[in-house]
């Protein structure tokens, strides 16, 4: 069974960074593309960043420059370093893994950026 728990959220001023975790149970974590995704109040959910199983990335237009999705396979472990947070960045951050047409999904963390 595929378990992803996200951590790291919070409230943190405009300017400032935070660093989202997941950690990611069951096998194959290594040739499973991971995402970060976004959902604010009354949007639709969104992606953030995406990771290949090969290391690729690609971001969405607004955190580019500001976002850097990571990976280490040893720890089964994706993570989100956010700098210069922006109150627009406020959301519930999920985390995904995508493996052979499937996608997991994590319970989602909190970020809240006050102006």
């Known amino acids: 069974q595929v378990q992803l728990v996200e951590s790291g959220g919070g409230l943190v001023q405009a300017g400032g960074s935070l660093r989202l975790s997941c950690a990611a149970s069951?096998?194959?974590?290594?040739?499973?593309?991971m995402g970060w995704y976004r959902q604010a109040p009354g949007k639709q959910r969104e992606l953030v960043a995406r990771i290949s199983s090969g290391g690729s990335t690609n971001y969405a237009d607004s955190v580019k420059g500001r976002f850097i999705i990571s990976r280490d396979n040893a720890k089964n472990t994706v993570y989100l370093q956010m700098n210069i947070l922006k109150p627009e960045d406020t959301a519930v951050y999920y985390c995904?893994?995508?493996?052979?047409?499937?996608?997991?999904w994590g319970q989602g963390t909190q970020v809240t950026v006050s102006s």
């Open positions: 995904a893994r995508h493996l052979m047409g499937r996608d997991y």
């Open positions: 069951g096998s194959r974590f290594s040739i499973s593309a």
